[in-house]
T-cell receptor
Framework: DAGITQSPRHKVTETGTPVTLRCHQTENHRYMYWYRQDPGHGLRLIHYSYGVKDTDKGEVSDGYSVSRSKTEDFLLTLESATSSQTSVYFC???????????FGPGTRLTVT | AQSVTQLDSQVPVFEEAPVELRCNYSSSVSVYLFWYVQYPNQGLQLLLKYLSGSTLVKGINGFEAEFNKSQTSFHLRKPSVHISDTAEYFCAVSDGAGGTSYGKLTFGQGTILTVHP
C-alpha cells in the first residue's frame, strides 16, 4: 500500500470555525490532490499540487485553500466551515501524470 | 473539459453470475482511463487502468475492461461475481495524456454493485 496518511480521520466542527486537514505521504511523489466525496457525485477535485509551493484550483475550490511547504505534506483548509462542506475528504498522490493515483483512507468531516 | 457517465447507479446480481458496469466518457484530448473500487468505509483501490496499447485490460480480482474509442466507453466486466465483490465502483478519466496536464481525475457518479447469494 502507498504510504499515505490523513489526519484527523473523523472531525465534527461548528459552522464558521476554521478546519485544517492534513495529508502526509512517504512516497516522495510529486503530485498530490484533494477530493471530496458526496453521494451521487462521485469524487470531485478540490485542489491539486504539482510541486512544493505549486498548487492550483480544481472543480469545487470555493471555500477551500491549500498549502504545500514540503513534498510530503499537503494541507487543506476550510477558512470558515459551512454545512455544505460536510463530506468525506480524500487525499491522493501520484508520481506523474501518466500514472494512477493512490488514495488515502479519507477524513469524515461533519459541520454542524 | 472531461466528463464521465456511469450508466447505472445500482446493479444487483446473483453470486456466480456475470456482470457489466457501464462507463462512457467525453474528452477533447487523449485520455487515460481507470476503474477504482471502494469497499464500505474504506478508501479507493485501483482495479485496472488503460494508458495505451491493448484495448482489453485485465485487473485485480478477475475484473477486466475494454476501451472502445469510437464509442467512448470503458465498460467493466467480470464473468462470475462473488459476495465479496459487493462494493461501489468508480470509473475515472485522467487528463494525463495531454502535454500540459496535471493528471487530474474526473470521476463518474459511482455504481453500487450488490451481489446476492
Amino acid at each position: 500500500d502507498a504510504g499515505i496518511t490523513q489526519s484527523p480521520r473523523h472531525k465534527v466542527t461548528e459552522t464558521g470555525t476554521p478546519v485544517t486537514l492534513r495529508c502526509h505521504q512517504t512516497e516522495n511523489h510529486r503530485y498530490m490532490y484533494w477530493y471530496r466525496q458526496d453521494p451521487g457525485h462521485g469524487l470531485r477535485l478540490i485542489h491539486y499540487s504539482y510541486g512544493v509551493k505549486d498548487t492550483d484550483k480544481g472543480e469545487v475550490s470555493d471555500g477551500y485553500s491549500v498549502s504545500r511547504s514540503k513534498t510530503e505534506d499537503f494541507l487543506l483548509t476550510l477558512e470558515s466551515a459551512t454545512s455544505s462542506q460536510t463530506s468525506v475528504y480524500f487525499c491522493a498522490i501520484s508520481p506523474g501524470t501518466a500514472y494512477e493515483q493512490y488514495f488515502g483512507p479519507g477524513t469524515r468531516l461533519t459541520v454542524t | 473539459a472531461q466528463s464521465v457517465t456511469q450508466l447505472d447507479s445500482q446493479v444487483p446480481v446473483f453470486e456466480e453470475a456475470p456482470v457489466e458496469l457501464r462507463c462512457n466518457y467525453s474528452s477533447s484530448v487523449s485520455v487515460y482511463l481507470f476503474w477504482y473500487v471502494q469497499y464500505p468505509n474504506q478508501g479507493l483501490q485501483l482495479l485496472l487502468k488503460y494508458l495505451s496499447g491493448s484495448t482489453l485490460v485485465k485487473g485485480i480480482n478477475g475484473f477486466e475492461a475494454e476501451f472502445n474509442k469510437s464509442q467512448t466507453s470503458f465498460h467493466l466486466r467480470k464473468p462470475s461475481v462473488h459476495i465479496s465483490d459487493t462494493a461501489e465502483y468508480f470509473c475515472a478519466v485522467s487528463d494525463g495524456a495531454g502535454g500540459t496536464s496535471y493528471g487530474k481525475l474526473t470521476f463518474g457518479q459511482g455504481t453500487i454493485l450488490t451481489v446476492h447469494p
